[in-house]
């Protein structure tokens, strides 16, 4: 599995933006992309995700009400939105996939396996 | 603010062996598998070890993990200049109902 980002975003406070993770060599609806945020010199974010086994996506806390994600089965890319841009939404976007299931005891597992190489969005006026 | 805590960085010379801890509660560590991953300098993560202490094809066995209780350890042994990078524990919260990272810990060969 190959996952390729569009590119680098500049945007004004209070824009949107979205970027694209291009699956290769797979099919999205196969696949649970998720979306991690990369502050400049700050440790991994999650953002959310899509949920294969649910059928549904969630959003991390910090996001909800300004950020969706959506996936186009004819190109095999999904997509991040993220709206209503501030300053500190500038960093590395990444999209990665993430295997997510029930172990014999019941407890959720979930690690990400497949990562995209980034999309770099600097929100500026 | 992440569940889960690592030191922010840790050094020793090539050849030699380094432990990086992860350290997180009942909600997260205690109950559910924990995941490494390695971030070289200006490029994306990758997944380093999955279910505690298992390695993705291509990985080498110089990595390795472990889990007890609450914690978890990464170890690197044979220490190398291109193994400078900052490493991530992630797993799941059940409390949250959402995957966590771990503060991250930058790793530093002398």
């Known amino acids: 599995v190959q996952l390729v980002q569009s590119g680098a975003e500049v945007k004004k406070p209070g824009a949107s933006v979205k970027v694209s993770c291009k699956v290769a060599e797979y099919i999205v609806t196969k696949l649970s992309i998720h979306w991690v945020r990369q502050a400049p010199g700050k440790g991994l974010e999650w953002m959310g995700g899509?949920?294969?086994?649910?059928?549904?996506?969630v959003y991390a806390q910090n996001f909800q009400g300004r950020v969706t994600m959506t996936e186009d089965i004819s190109t095999d890319t999904a997509y991040m939105d993220l709206s209503d841009l501030r300053s500190e939404d500038s960093g590395m976007y990444y999209c990665a996939t993430g295997i997510a299931y029930y172990d014999s005891n019941g407890h959720r597992q979930f690690y990400y396996d497949y990562w995209g190489q980034g999309t770099r969005v600097t929100v500026s006026s | 603010q992440s569940v889960l805590t690592q030191p922010p960085s840790v050094s020793a010379a090539p050849g030699q062996r380094v432990t990086i801890s992860c350290s997180g509660s009942?909600?997260?560590?205690?109950?559910?598998?924990v995941s490494w991953y390695q971030q070289l300098p200006g490029t994306a993560p990758k997944l380093l070890i999955y279910e505690n202490n298992k390695r993705p094809s291509g990985i080498p066995d110089r990595f390795f993990g472990s889990k007890s209780d609450t914690s978890a350890t990464l170890g690197i042994t044979g220490l190398q200049t291109g193994d400078e990078a900052d490493y991530y524990c992630?797993?799941?919260?059940?409390?949250?109902?959402?995957?966590?990272f771990g503060t991250g810990t930058k790793v530093t060969v002398l």
């Open positions: 009942s909600s997260n560590i205690g109950n559910n598998y």
């Open positions: 899509f949920e294969a086994e649910d059928g549904e996506t």
């Open positions: 992630g797993t799941w919260d059940t409390s949250l109902r959402a995957p966590s």
